[in-house]
């Protein structure tokens, strides 16, 4: 078995990875990702499996690929210095010397019996050495060696965007499968995909795996209800940072759940979320604060006009993250989030604000993206808040893909009275409570948040 060292891949997509001794096309547009995968295959293999690997590139030098791949985190010069890779560059190969060179190739592959190639791209080489040479190429000397040696090869070519054609349209029938690697367009999100659609000696049970690229490489989206775990009942609840509040939820929300703050614009939404993160954050908790909105400057002086210590916070517990959800899938938002619990290990999250990821995002995609967002918090009992800027009447919550998921609902609106604008709140919803059933009065102070009957 020949894994690529990608945990999901081998675990869920191909179990323990490619057949040794086989032949792997990897195709796909500029951009999808096939040298940064192939790459990684070659990699993990020495690094993790200890086996040797060459990669011989038509399309980059040396400098250049080593530079490249140093910025994902891959040494490849680390693994040449241990005898575990080489390089070998074809780039300034033309037809006049591309025989010979091929020769050359298949001698230095005898000698050093790597167990993993890449060839990059094999496109190249199709055009240099024409349809019948590449066959040849493929079947009889790479084929011969691949087979002789139980190694494997990833190939990568060139797949015109829009077009369904690989490369030369050659190179599908002489291998032992075929990855590709291409772009869906999603509304105004562009997503990567995989699909495979032959691996001799493998059966692939899904028609296509999502990917995105991040700093760490290929990473896909690992569905947390393959990994749900049964978890202790709690009773203990954390506070909302607001006193009134927790008296109107018998204590505050409980450990674990999640709560939605909905309403328009200006009824409060951020300060309800600020009162909650700089509140635990000063009782020891570690609290993350994801904004799409907002920068973090402005985080910060929101708070601090409320009279709430967010910089004593932020020595310690208290994590602001921010960034533009635009032309982001929502598998991307989701690694991103769940690499943030990873690494910090909150107890708390506030997510500000679902309408972001609403304007750039497929509502149904959304949806399952924040499912599996629940999955993960309560395995990891994270209480979490999410705001929506809609207009609610108490009685009808909108975007129901979240409020049918969260354990709280806080509604939040506007209301005339003798002509003047006051605002009013609801406790909607609220799990395993007796949670206040009536319609509140509430001011946004210079002390922030404050709650009346």
Known sequence: MSRTGIEYFDNFILKDGFPEGSLILVAGEPGAGKTIFSSTFLYNGAKKFGEKGVYVSLAETKSEFYESMRQLGMDFGELENEGLFKFIDFVTVGRDTIDKEIGILIEELAKFQPKRIVIDSISVFAQVLGAEKTRVLLHTLLGRFIKAYNSTALLIAEKPVGSEKIGYGIEEFVVDGVVILRYESFGEVTRRVMEIPKMRRRSVEKSQYEYVITQKG?????????????????????????????????????????????????????????????????????????????????????????????????????????????????????????????????????????????????????????????????ANRITTYFTLNEETNFEVVPFTGASTMVDVIIGLRYQTMNGNIERRMAIVKSRASNHSRKIHRYEITDEGVKIYE
């Open 218 to 378: 290929i990473e896909f989206l690992a569905i947390p209800e393959l990994e749900r775990e049964e978890i202790d009942y709690t009773v203990e609840r954390i506070t909302t940072g607001i006193d009134r509040l927790d008296e109107m939820l018998e204590g505050g929300v409980y450990k674990g759940s999640s709560v939605l703050l909905v309403g328009m614009t200006g009824t409060g939404k951020s300060t309800f979320a600020l009162h909650f993160v700089v509140a635990n954050a000063l009782q020891g908790r570690k609290v993350a604060y994801i904004s799409f909105e907002e920068p973090m400057d402005q985080i910060i002086r929101a708070a601090k006009n409320y009279g709430m210590p967010i910089e004593e916070a932020m020595k310690e517990n208290l994590k602001v993250f921010t960034w533009i959800p635009e032309n982001k899938t929502p598998v991307y938002t989701f690694l991103k989030i769940r690499e943030i619990i990873e690494e910090f290990k909150p107890e708390a999250i506030v997510i500000d604000s679902l309408t972001s990821l609403k304007q750039h995002m497929d509502e149904n995609e959304l949806t399952k993206m924040l499912r599996y967002l629940g999955l993960v918090t309560k």
